[in-house]
């Protein structure tokens, strides 16, 4: 005996697919990194530790885990893409050389969620190192950055989810 399925179950299936779908969006991160702060410590850290890369790594990496299938693009392409893309730019960093024992590491970072050229959301994130005795075991001035770089990739990655 052959039953037919009602039309309205088939249809609530193709909608609970679609927002499964739906679901696994994805972003692409645009890089590299633009890094906007000035600066005689800005300058130094920016080409000592890298920190424009270190963030880069620790982004992508926490934004293809939030969203599986993300990814990133190379400059222009990115602001081209058919999909969202996230765009960082560096916009604070300060900290003396010397590790741990030369006071407060900082960074900020401005994130931007874009699509076709538009901006849907932004938000601006720091994060800094206690410095001095509490930041003993905190290492050199580049092991800090690299420290506030992931929380920084932590911190925005869970933003993205919030906003999405």
Wanted: hydrophobic share 50%; aromatic share 4%.
């Amino acid at each position: 005996m052959n039953k037919l399925i009602p039309i309205s179950v088939i249809a609530a299936i193709a909608l609970l697919a679609a927002g499964a779908a739906g679901a696994q969006e994805k972003f692409l991160v645009q890089l590299p990194i633009k890094v906007d702060a000035a600066g005689g410590t800005a300058d130094r850290i920016k080409s000592e530790c890298k920190i424009d890369t270190m963030l880069a790594n620790y982004m992508v990496a926490k934004v293809n885990n939030q969203f599986p299938g993300s990814g990133a693009l190379e400059g222009d392409e990115a602001a081209l893409a058919d999909a969202k893309v996230l765009r960082l730019t560096i916009v604070n960093v300060f900290g003396l050389g010397g590790g741990a024992y030369s006071g407060t590491k900082q960074m900020s970072v401005r994130a931007e969620i874009v699509a076709n050229k538009k901006v849907l959301a932004t938000t601006i994130r720091e994060r800094q190192s206690m410095g001095g005795a509490a930041g003993l075991f905190g290492g050199g001035t580049c092991s800090v950055f690299n420290k506030i770089s992931d929380v920084l990739a932590n911190d925005i990655a869970a933003w993205m989810v919030s906003t999405h």
